[in-house]
């Protein structure tokens, strides 16, 4: 777990938590970015209803929790 963002803007998941083939990526980031652009906590993911963190959120709490969420700031690797 690191306390260090990583070096990529908060719109761009690291590769691992979110593959750059994936089929919904484009929804999923448009979805992101408006939670970011609103200053939300999150956003309904569009393939599976479930509700997912913003890494605005994420880089707000300070620190990484370990969990694997997708918008993590903090994956550097």
Same mark, same amino acid.
Request: proline letters at 0%; glycine letters at 10%.
């Given at each position: 777990m690191s306390d260090e963002l990583a070096d990529r803007p908060l719109t761009e998941p690291h590769p691992s938590r979110l593959s750059p083939t994936h089929p919904d990526r484009q929804r999923i %980031?448009? /979805?992101?970015?408006? @939670?970011l652009a609103a200053g939300e906590a999150g956003y309904l993911d569009p393939e599976t209803g479930l509700?997912? %963190?913003? /890494?605005?959120?994420? @880089?707000?709490r300070g620190t990484?929790?370990?969990r694997g969420c997708r918008h993590c700031p903090y994956v550097a690797d």
């Open positions: %980031l448009a /979805a992101h970015a408006a @939670a509700f997912v %963190l913003s /890494a605005g959120f994420l @880089a707000r990484c929790c370990g």
